[in-house]
């Protein structure tokens, strides 16, 4: 049976979140490869709107079973909040399982992250402060904790007050805010508690899932230019939200994965510094903004905003694989009196092949834009392709033509039925 990934195709909040619940309706597991709770995702049901940061969205589907995969970073105070928070809303989490082999992130990590931040001045990441850089490193320089010490309590706890205590004295070096190493202990020897009954070997899950012919879905967070290899460094995250990650951070190998789901806006958004060739800086890019809601779901912070940049995303095409891209808030382009769209980069003057290789490029790049006549009306109820007016068809075909593949769903509405689902185009099974 098939293995269906999702990926971001841009700098994050593209809606993934929206096409994974629509294609969660299917699926018999639905899991989260990487990142931590400085993702959000939102889904509205009706009049329900759900946050989620961690917990995927399949959690939503009684007939999904959600997994937080070994590639993730689980903070447990916002985990615990979150499924509190659902299972209050009657969406039942007794089916959550979270990978033995996801690291923990630790008070510590959130210190060392907001330190570092603030020591580097001018020069700021923009980081969401949730510690999830830290907690990667850790795990890179083995010193981490992972999920699955939970389950000897006694150990656990020991290992909790030894990091703390290393911890303690990198804050200090760092010039951050002191933690209290007691309350710590005692309060993620009590989480550590609560996590028991939902830790797995989720690797072997989801291979015997596979052997058992049940459908599966790879869920990413972040985006390809926030990868920590192919994004804009080092204005990235801390992990690999590419296809390649979803290998990595599930266990499953590439081979199994027979679609590969690209999301993105029909504009282009990113959240915090960093290079962004087709930025709008003026009242047009307020007016996206404004109409879009562009503002983050775990921080509230202001996104910037500019047109779509298909530059971009034929390099996602390439590096993820992709099989086709699901375009999300083409009706926020509704009331626009003309939409352009990136087709090429300029540099000093001099037409690119391709993607730069280098982010400080970036900064110096002129984009080449294809302009279309705004269509001035509602999107709103349209659900197939040919009633689309001619220029949102003709930003979609400008799509597939710079990718060199289809566009399988478009999103007309926040709702979660308010999608196009293209019956002309063929994906894998």
């Not at 994050?12 to 699926?27: M, N, R």
């Not at 980081?127 to 999920?147: E, F």
């Not at 990413?220 to 992990?239: K, M, W």
Request: hydrophobic residues 40%; negative net charge.
């Amino acid at each position: 049976m098939p293995v269906t990934t999702v990926v971001g195709t841009q700098w994050g909040d593209e809606g993934k979140a929206k096409v994974i619940d629509l294609l969660s309706a299917s699926q018999d597991f639905v899991v989260r490869y990487q990142g931590g709770h400085n993702a959000g995702h939102t889904v509205v049901v009706g009049s329900e709107r759900y946050a989620l940061q961690l917990i995927p969205s399949g959690v939503l589907y009684g007939t999904v079973t959600p997994v937080i995969g070994n590639g993730v970073v689980v903070d447990l105070p916002t985990l615990f909040k979150e499924i509190d928070s659902l299972e209050s809303r009657d969406v039942s989490c007794a089916r959550l399982k979270v990978s033995s082999q996801a690291h923990l992130i630790f008070p510590w990590h959130q210190a060392i992250d907001a330190a570092m931040e603030s020591g580097r001045g001018d020069g700021k990441i923009g980081t969401t402060l949730k510690g999830i850089g830290p907690a990667y490193a850790d795990k890179v320089r083995r010193v981490g904790i992972r999920a699955g010490a939970v389950l000897d309590p006694q150990s656990f706890e020991k290992s909790v007050r030894e990091r703390a205590i290393a911890a303690q004295k990198e804050i200090a070096m760092l010039g951050g805010e002191a933690i209290d190493i007691d309350e710590v202990v005692t309060q993620f020897v009590a989480l550590g508690s609560r996590l028991v009954p939902y830790i797995a070997d989720t690797v072997n899950v989801l291979h015997d899932a596979k052997d058992a012919k049940k459908r599966i879905l790879l869920e990413g967070a972040q985006a390809t230019f926030l990868d920590i290899d192919h994004g804009t460094y080092p204005f990235v995250t801390s992990s690999n939200p590419t296809s390649g990650g979803a290998a990595a951070g599930t266990g499953l190998g590439p081979r199994d994965m027979t679609r590969i789901v690209g999301i993105a806006k029909a504009y282009t958004t990113r959240v915090g510094s960093g290079p962004f060739p087709s930025e709008l800086t003026d009242e047009l890019g307020d007016k996206l903004v404004d109409i879009g809601r562009e503002f983050g779901t775990v921080t509230g912070r202001r996104r910037r905003t500019g047109w779509l940049d298909t530059v971009m995303l034929k390099h996602a095409v390439r590096v993820n694989s992709l099989t086709d891209i699901a375009l999300t808030k083409l009706d926020v382009l509704d009331t626009f009196d003309e939409v352009k769209v990136c087709i090429g980069y300029k540099l000093n003057g001099v037409i690119l092949t391709g993607y730069p290789d280098r982010s400080e490029l970036l900064d110096d790049i002129e984009p080449m834009y294809e302009s279309l006549s705004g269509w001035k009306t509602s999107l709103s109820g349209v659900s197939r392709f040919e009633d689309l007016p001619e220029s949102a068809r003709a930003l979609v075909r400008i799509v597939e033509r710079e990718t060199g593949i289809p566009v399988s769903m478009i999103g007309t509405g926040p709702e979660r039925d308010a999608v196009i689902v293209r019956d002309d185009v063929k994906v894998p099974a």
